[in-house]
């Protein structure tokens, strides 16, 4: 049975950070490219980051980029998300989701978790 797992969401302020993880099993992780997604109310579900399953190639969305970082350990079958500087907009749901090899879009990941809330107030 395929789990992805995700943790680390909450409230927090405009400035902090958040370390998000996502614990996965049933599948052979250490195949799969990595990523995460977030979806804001009333909002399409939209890109963030994705790690190559080799760890060897990372790709941020715009609004990712210099604030985010994401990671994989491969022994633990996990992938984090560290966010730095948050902002009220990244206030959102996010996902954890395993694709194939350069997946980016949402149609690209085959598995995908059910999400942990992250608000930022201001």
């Known amino acids: 049975q395929v789990q992805l797992v995700e943790s680390g969401g909450g409230l927090v302020q405009a400035g902090d950070s958040l370390r998000l993880s996502c614990a996965t099993s049933?599948?052979?992780?250490?195949?799969?490219?990595m990523g995460w997604f977030r979806q804001a109310p009333g909002k399409e579900r939209e890109f963030v980051a994705v790690?190559?399953?080799?760890?060897?190639?990372?790709q941020y969305s715009d609004v990712a980029k210099g604030r985010f970082t994401i990671s994989r350990d491969d022994p633990k079958n996990t992938v984090f998300l560290q966010m730095n500087s948050l902002k009220p907009e990244d206030t959102a749901v996010y996902y954890c989701?395993?694709?194939?090899?350069?997946?980016?879009?949402?149609?690209?990941?085959?598995?995908w978790g059910q999400g942990t809330q992250v608000t930022v107030s201001s």
């Open positions: 989701a395993a694709g194939g090899l350069g997946a980016i879009k949402v149609d690209d990941f085959d598995y």
């Open positions: 049933g599948f052979t992780f250490i195949v799969h490219d």
């Open positions: 790690i190559s399953w080799s760890g060897g190639k990372t």
